[in-house]
């Protein structure tokens, strides 16, 4: 039973971690799946998010303030799409990696202006907050709350690309672009959409994020959208329910890693672990198979 209360608190975390991380992993792979390419901005619209909390907690009530972060990150991320992509849809794929790179350290740099480089405390929100005990350990109930919410969330993404109009759209694009671009499917409208889908995630998992962290700061998506997007590669970028199982994995792993005294080592972990699934497994564990045409 000591060791039960003992490690509980990790696995709960890990499972809370990897939740968070899920919700921004969605973002990585749903923008590969239909433009093949990696949208390296996507961690800054997540650090955005919780600026943009922050800012309208200064001026609102939380209960607007939440609804208004997750609008305020989905039109943010609809931009990114509309200023860093859309002029170069037809571009080199050299290119449209270094506008994505660029869109990056201006989200980056934008956000350092604001707030002059200094750590912005994160509003407490109350419920979530609380503190709570499961089986003689003490947690938060965001904790217990994420992988229930992410798994929801989830839920809900299948269902809209499985069994709504747009799902279909998108489903065609990530098959062949140029077809289904030939059939009439507006591309412009479908790339939005992914965007769109993306940063509303990515809002909600800011939310679930920072709830258990002190602050934001200018760079701080950087770590999370960087394991977020070994998950995607690592459940197979493109696969959704791919990056959602990597993403609890590595969740999980890491804090366990912590638990067990070895908390340096922890952010290492994620890394060596994508080099271990690129050498045996480089589509991932769900990646597409690749087959040759003839």
Known sequence: MDLLQTNLPYLLAGISTGGQYALIAIGYTMVYGILRLINFAHGDVFMAAGLIMISAYSFVPLWISIPLTIILTVLLGFAVERIAYKPLRTAPRMSIMISAIGMSYLLQNLALYFTGGLLKKYPTIPWISDSITIAGAVTKRVTVITPFLTILLVVALVL???????????????????????????IDSVISMTFIIGSFLAAVGSILFFSNYPGVTPTVGGMPGLKAFVAAVFGGIGSIPGAVIGAFLIGICENIIKGVGLTTFSDAFTFVLLICVLMFMPTGIFGEKVTDKV
């Open 160 to 186: 809209l690309i499985n069994h709504t109009k747009i799902g279909m759209a998108m489903r065609a694009v990530s098959k062949d672009f140029e077809t289904a671009q030939l059939m009439g499917i507006k």
